[in-house]
């Protein structure tokens, strides 16, 4: 299904999924969503239980005004979400899934994604948080498996740069690629990354990987890996499975980033 909207410099507070009252047990599949000129996702009023994967969720923010802040998904009160096999591409204004009174969200086995530069925006991250106000938190977020591609500004590449209050948030077994402002915020609990291009000589982790080349099988879209890369964490279900379907660490080794590589 496509949710499409043309882009338009002069609109405002225009969003894509507008759920504010609530709810649960809400899924999204297989979604072309793209350019509405705030966010893709807006959430509140206690939502729980939700479920958005193989989906395309691109170009929040298209007006382009700073005055309007847009995510790809602004979540306040949103509680117990899985976000995996999506490709989350060119995300600007305020960053890419951002969490305000957030607990309990899996996200893995996603592609972030800028197809351009888009400079100095997305400051408070890929996947972040807000400081605005004294009751946003994040608690028990995982982020684990992700590929993070051409994020070259800002804060696009970063987690959580910027929050008020969070508790047991996880990075583990991501890959950074040409993404110089990757950067880790206090607080977060981050090890058995990849990184290239990707401010590697700034981020300390006991079991980091520095990569020597492009990864990929082309890096201009097919995320692959062209090589296996040093075994990640073990981390069991539901981050065992990529998003085509395989087992991840069958053979000894549970590959870093979105795919596990086709031995």
Known sequence: MELAFTPCPSCKGQDAVYGIKGGMNWKFQYMWIHHPSRVVFYTMGNA????????????????????????????????????????????????????GRARNWNIYGNIFQWTTDFGPTANNGAVG?????????????????????????????????????????????????NSPATSFGGGVAHNNNWFKNSNEAKIAEPSKEVGATDPFMNSAGDFRLRAATRTGASLGSPFNMDITGKLRGRDGAWDKGAYEFAR
């Open 48 to 99: 729980n239980k939700i479920l958005v994967e193989y989906s395309l969720l691109e170009r929040s923010g298209t007006n382009g005004s700073a005055s309007q802040h847009s995510e790809i998904w602004s979540a306040r009160d949103t509680h117990d979400v899985t976000l995996r096999y999506n490709l989350i591409r060119d995300y600007r204004s305020t960053g890419g899934i951002i969490l």
């Open 129 to 177: 948080s807000w400081s605005s106000d004294p009751t946003y938190y994040a608690s028990n977020i995982k982020i684990h498996n992700n590929t993070f591609v051409g994020l070259r500004s800002g804060g696009a590449g970063k987690i959580f740069p910027i929050y008020k209050s969070i508790s047991n948030v996880a990075a583990y077994n991501n890959l950074w690629f």
